[in-house]
């Protein structure tokens, strides 16, 4: 499990043994910290191995805590990251989960019930797979029928639309340019450029319809990656 810690001073909170990410360290977890500002993010790092969990350390700032979170939304490798606020007791009539957060524990943190309330939220967003079917919220492939349906309904795709969805869904959270893409999917021998990427997601987006087409997210100046739909 890869976390982001998000804290007011990661440097003290490193060194303290109480805290999320001396915490999730301990337990075994890859985590990695920064500031609230997030002046100290490595967003080049995050495209590369984006976090599966978001941990916002608060305490008594909870406004800090929302600001980062706003704009942890603006970076696409963790726009959509569920998050675990740690929060304390003084402060936990402010919560309010509208604000991008998924869950919440209190101070001072049981380091139980930090790992199983990670496990759960990473259990909810998680997509099923198995070498014949991949399901990813509402949408279910079908590699061995090569059909693929989205609550239920059948969705007529081309070839290489079902081969670029197919791609995206057995590769969730990851971030592919586009001409990665076009290797991946479309072969070292393509002759097509780029624009035929963006071409085949246009399509694909209309045929998911307005509530599921944001399945395939784009990562500004970088590409496209799948994510879950809201409410999976």
């Known amino acids: 499990m890869r976390v982001l810690v998000v804290a007011a001073e990661p ?9 999320a990410l001396s915490i999730l360290v301990e337990l075994g977890c890859r985590a990695s910290a920064c500031r609230f500002d997030l002046g100290d993010l490595d967003e080049e790092g995050l495209v590369a191995r984006p976090p599966t969990l978001v941990v916002i350390d608060a305490g008594d700032e909870l406004a800090r805590a929302v600001q980062a979170r706003r704009k ?30 998924d869950d919440f524990i209190l101070r001072p ?26 399901k990813v919220g509402d949408l279910v492939i079908d590699l061995a029928g090569y ?40 072969g070292y021998e393509y002759t097509g450029g780029t624009r035929t990427v963006d071409i085949h997601v246009r399509r694909l987006r ?27």
Request: hydrophobic share 40%.
């Open 206 to 232: 209309a045929k998911l319809g307005p509530v599921s087409s944001g399945l395939i997210a784009t990562i500004r100046h970088v590409g496209y990656k799948m994510k879950a739909p809201k409410g999976s």
């Open 11 to 19: 440097a003290e909170v490193a060194s303290d043994p109480d805290s």
């Open 147 to 186: 059909e693929c349906a989205l609550g239920g309904r059948r969705l007529d795709l081309t070839h290489q639309e079902f081969e670029l969805l197919r791609f995206l869904a057995q590769n969730r959270g990851r971030v592919f340019t586009r001409d990665q893409l076009l290797q991946k999917v479309w």
């Open 72 to 101: 942890l939304d603006q970076i696409g490798p963790v726009a959509d990251t569920p998050t675990l606020l740690v929060v304390t007791l003084p402060r936990l009539p402010g919560v309010d989960f509208s604000l991008g957060f």
């Open 109 to 134: 943190i049981v380091p139980a019930e930090l790992y199983a309330r990670l496990r759960q939220l990473d259990w909810k967003s998680a997509a099923f797979g198995s070498d014949e079917v991949i």
